[in-house]
């Protein structure tokens, strides 16, 4: 399978954006989809966005829908995450990570084959 690289993240106060990208490499781009998935500390593990990357098709959690978007670039190979209107309970590490199964349950992080190394996204007052 092929590997995926992260960048972006940091700290901000409450009300604040900030951006994070996932270049994905080795894969057959149309047949694969991205998810980004936050783990904060002590919660479990939560889906918050995921792209169909074939199709440009996405879905929010409803913790973070209407204020995170989801997309990718023109030759599919970069997802982003556009964190807007953070809170503190948005804190934590955020995984890109990569489905390539047709068929996949969106809300389970362990149904995500592949994962990036996560970065780490601090809001505070």
């Known amino acids: 399978r092929g590997r995926l690289v992260q960048s972006g993240g940091g700290s901000v106060q409450p009300g604040g954006s900030l951006p994070l990208s996932c270049l994905a490499s080795?894969?057959?781009?149309?047949?694969?989809?991205m998810g980004w998935i936050r783990q904060a500390p002590g919660k479990e593990r939560e889906v918050v966005a995921a792209i169909f990357t074939a199709t440009g098709s996405y879905y929010y959690s409803k913790s973070v829908e209407g204020r995170f978007t989801v997309s990718q670039d023109n030759g599919k190979n970069m997802v982003f995450l556009q964190m807007n209107n953070l809170q503190p309970a948005d804190s934590g590490v955020y995984y890109c990570a990569a489905v390539v199964r047709e068929r996949w349950r969106v809300r389970a992080p362990l149904e995500y084959d592949d994962w990036g190394k996560g970065t780490q996204v601090t809001v505070s007052s």
């Open positions: 080795g894969y057959t781009t149309d047949s694969r989809s």
